[in-house]
């Protein structure tokens, strides 16, 4: 009965993928500065769509053990802003994982954790249909898992897909939703429940400060300063970066999304990013984006341009994903003065922007 049921589920989550990719096209993707390379989405849309697991009865050719392995070196190498690099590994992983589908809870939670790295890289490169299947697929694995970190991880990033396929107001009424859920006494016990459930508190925060309710920012912001104290250092239980400084960085997120540049540059000024665990290169390098973006909006374009350097410098290749990197280049370069941004117009072509 368990291993049918499993079977079912794996196949309605495939069956929305079906009607998503096909019946709705491809274009539901976001403006980065570029994506990733054609043939690495190629690779990854056909390995969502392979179906074999569901025809095929044969033993999965990747024993688990490797899957967990490799999954870890993925999540290392997102978390490092290495991205071509996880999109070259995720077309087998999930392949792989998917072929180890019916055999038990753990298999399953093995799979919602691949799909959960997938859903990540995919929304980073701009691919948010994709990203948004990814995630719901991980939530089916997870429910069957009946695990509640892979449960928590997985809601997560489906509030993130929703927030990218455009519908902030369903990700924000999930974010809360799922917070309830998953912040529970039991999660003040847990590091990786409690990393997750302030994992979502911090979305949330910057969903609200997007949609221009800062009262509501402020109060989810506190919330999870108040777990990432608890919780007592700058960790990464459960892939979350979750801890205080992780907290200063959203509430400089948050800052960014109600555009008040003055306080982006307060608040980043006070962050001490090399306290975060090493290999969170994204994390770190985005805080030089947000000062790029507060300077840029004061005009102090020489600044701006040495952040963006920042961030080439920290994680090269964040600064060719990410949307708001791409949008300060842009209006640098709609008011160059070369002799004030020497470096500006090189950066640029490196970031795959000009």
Avoid at 73 to 100: K, S
Avoid at 333 to 338: H, I, V
Wanted: include cysteine; aromatic fraction near 4%; charge should be neutral.
């Amino acid at each position: 009965m368990d291993i049918d049921r499993r079977r079912v589920l794996g196949a309605l989550s495939y069956g929305i993928a079906a009607a998503t990719l096909w019946g709705r096209g491809q274009g539901a993707t976001l403006n980065a500065g570029r994506r990733l390379q054609a043939g690495h989405v190629d690779s990854i849309r056909a390995a969502l769509v392979g179906y074999r697991h569901l025809a095929s009865d044969a033993a999965p050719a990747t024993s688990a053990e490797r899957l967990v392995a490799a999954v870890r070196r993925a999540q290392q190498g997102y978390q490092g802003a290495a991205y071509d690099a996880v999109a070259q590994m995720l077309p087998d992983m999930i392949t792989a994982v998917d072929a180890h589908a019916s055999e038990s809870v753990r298999a399953q939670e093995l799979r919602a954790q691949t799909y959960i790295v997938a859903a990540k890289l995919l929304r980073k490169a701009g691919e948010a249909q994709l990203a948004w299947i990814s995630a719901d697929r991980a939530a089916a694995a997870a429910s069957v898992s009946e695990s509640p970190a892979a449960q928590s991880a997985a809601a997560y990033q489906v509030v993130c897909a929703m927030l990218a396929m455009g519908d902030a107001a369903r990700a924000e009424d999930l974010a809360m939703t799922f917070v309830e859920r998953f912040a529970s006494p039991r999660a003040l016990r847990d590091p990786e429940l409690l990393s997750h459930a302030g994992a979502l508190w911090l979305v949330s925060s910057v969903i609200a400060a997007r949609n221009g309710d800062r009262s509501a920012s402020i109060e989810r912001l506190a919330l999870a300063d108040e777990l990432g104290t608890r919780l007592g250092l700058n960790a990464n239980y459960g892939w979350t970066a979750f801890g205080p400084v992780n907290v200063a960085i959203h509430r400089l997120s948050a800052a960014k999304e109600t555009g008040d540049p003055n306080e982006v540059l307060e608040l980043g000024g006070a962050i001490d990013a090399d306290a975060l665990p090493a290999g969170l290169k994204g994390r770190r390098a985005e805080v030089h984006i947000n000062m790029a973006w507060a300077h840029t909006q004061l005009r102090n374009d020489p600044a701006a341009v040495r952040h963006l350097q920042g961030v080439e410098n920290v994680a090269p290749e964040l600064l060719s994903f990410n949307r708001v990197g791409a949008g300060v280049i842009h209006d640098l370069l709609g008011r160059e003065d070369k002799s004030r941004t020497p470096g500006l117009r090189a950066l640029a072509r490196r970031a795959g922007v000009a």
